[in-house]
């Protein structure tokens, strides 16, 4: 599976954008799909986790409430709509693809190339 995400760029704080991953491959459903965002200086972390069939969704605290996390299994696209951006939320975004339903990074199959997400105070 390879996995690219896109759709970052620069916003205005209170903004919104709407990050998307395309999955290569045949078997995209059967991947719990995750988020994760690094900042400059920063470790990676953990932004948000949904099950193959997109019936189950966990967030990290940070964003809880202001992102939304889906997938369209008949595209082999997962999504990210990030609403209410403040300057916190400036990273590197990644897809990933694992074969858990966690919160962290265990069980990582597939890693996609990150989107930069700027937001602008």
């Known amino acids: 599976v390879q996995l690219q995400a896109s759709g970052g760029g620069l916003v205005q704080a209170g903004g919104s954008l709407r990050l998307s991953c395309t999955a290569s491959g045949r078997t995209f459903s059967s991947y719990a799909m995750r988020w994760f965002r690094q900042a400059p200086g920063k470790e990676r972390e953990f932004v948000a986790v949904t099950n193959g069939s997109g019936g189950s969704t966990y967030y990290a605290d940070s964003v809880n409430g202001r992102f939304i996390i889906s997938r369209d299994n008949a595209k082999n696209t997962l999504y990210l709509q990030m609403n209410r951006l403040n300057a916190e939320d400036t990273a590197v975004y990644y897809c990933?693809?694992?074969?858990?339903?966690?919160?962290?990074?265990?069980?990582?199959?597939?890693w996609g190339k990150g989107t930069q997400v700027t937001v602008s105070s």
């Open positions: 990933a693809a694992g074969v858990v339903l966690t919160t962290n990074d265990g069980g990582i199959a597939y």
